[in-house]
Nanobody
Framework: QLQLEESGGGPVQAGGSLRLSCAASGRTFSTYAMGWFRQAPGKEREFVAAISWNGINTYYGTSVKGRFTISRDNAKHTVYLQMNSLKPEDTAVYYC?????????????????????WGQGTQVTVSS
């Protein structure tokens, strides 16, 4: 089972950028699709982005599409989330997770219940 650890969060002003990293331990990382989710206080966990095991296919939530980019480096066992043009509403704890169904592509918004091995999360705070 993979263990995941997120990093790279912090405070940033609106319009700024951050790059989150999710480091995985375990030899099977390169064979699994991965995803990023976020959760703001008092809100449900929200899908952000997903990437197939080989990095070819990606899928984004509508609120981040065009601003965020998910990528992965299988040699480093790491998945990234580049976040540009940040807005105050992007403030949340960001989590990475493994796609338990290991999909190559997604036809609809992925559900958090379809993901596992959640990391502890990293806080992103965007000030206006």
């Amino acid at each position: 089972q993979l263990q995941l650890e997120e990093s790279g969060g912090g405070p940033v002003q609106a319009g700024g950028s951050l790059r989150l990293s999710c480091a995985a331990s375990g030899r099977t990382f390169s064979t699994y699709a991965m995803g990023w989710f976020r959760q703001a206080p008092g809100k449900e966990r929200e899908f952000v982005a997903a990437i197939s095991w080989n990095g070819i296919n990606t899928y984004y939530g509508t609120s981040v599409k065009g601003r965020f980019t998910i990528s992965r480096d299988n040699a480093k066992h790491t998945v990234y989330l580049q976040m540009n043009s940040l807005k105050p509403e992007d403030t949340a704890v960001y989590y990475c997770a493994v796609d338990l169904f290991n999909k190559d592509y997604w036809l609809g918004v992925p559900k958090s219940a379809d993901f596992g091995s959640w990391g502890q999360g990293t806080q992103v705070t965007v000030s206006s």
